[in-house]
C-alpha cells in the first residue's frame, strides 16, 4: 500500500470546514472517485465510504458547540470517538484540553488525523483500535460527532457511551437528526444549522444537534 498520507495528500486537498471556516482539513473534491481509488489501493470491494475526507454535520454541530462552552474540554483528558477526520479533536485541543485521543477504525483516518492537526497546528494522539466492546478509555469527557447512520453501529456506540457515561465520563454526540439516533437519555443541548456538502448529504444546509448523556 501506498504510504497512507501520501495517499490522503494526493487525492484530498485542504479547505475550509463549511460551518467552521477558520480551520481547514484535507477534503475530497468528489467522493466516489476517491471512494473507488480507496478500494483499489486496499484491494477490498465494499469498504465503507471515506468518512475521513469529510466533516460531518454531527462533527461540525458539535465543534460549533464547544466553542461556545470552551469549559466542556479546557484542562480535560478528551477522548473523539469516530473521529474521522480529527475534526472534534482538533477543535478541543485547540480548546486547551489536557489531552486529546482521536479513535477511528478506518485505516485512513490516522493519516488523516495527523495531516489534518498538523494543519491547524496541534498534535493529538491516534488510536486505531475498535473500543465498543472493552472498557472505556480513562478520560474526563468522550465527544462524538456523527455516529448514528446505521442501526447496528448506534446501538454498540450507545451501549459503549452509556457505560462511560455511568463510570462518571461526560458524553457529549453530534447528530444532524439520522435515521437510528435515539433520544431517549440524552439532553439536547443546542442546535445549529450547518454547512454541508451535497455529495454527502440530501441538503446544503442541515439542522444537527448537540446532545449530552444524562
Ligand atoms: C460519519 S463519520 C463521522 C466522522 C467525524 N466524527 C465527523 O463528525 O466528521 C463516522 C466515523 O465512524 C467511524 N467508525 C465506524 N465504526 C467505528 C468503531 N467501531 N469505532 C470507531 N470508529 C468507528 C467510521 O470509520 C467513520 O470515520
Redesign the pocket.
Known sequence: MTNPKAFVRAHTQPLPVPSLPDLHLYQAAEVTSLWQMTEAELAQNGL?PP??A???A??QALSLWLRQHPETVAGKRVFD?????G??GIVAAKLDAAQVTA????PF?AAAVALNAALNGVSIAYNGE???SGEPPAVDVILA???C?ERT?TE?MLTFLRKARAQGVAVYV?DPHRSYFPAEGLARLATFDIHTDTQIEDRAVKPASVWSLI
Do not use: T
Open positions: 465503507a468518512f475521513w469529510f466533516p460531518w454531527g462533527g470517538l469516530a473521529c474521522g477526520s475534526l472534534v479513535n477511528d477504525i478506518d483516518a475498535d473500543r465498543l460527532g456523527d455516529i447512520y453501529m454498540a453530534g
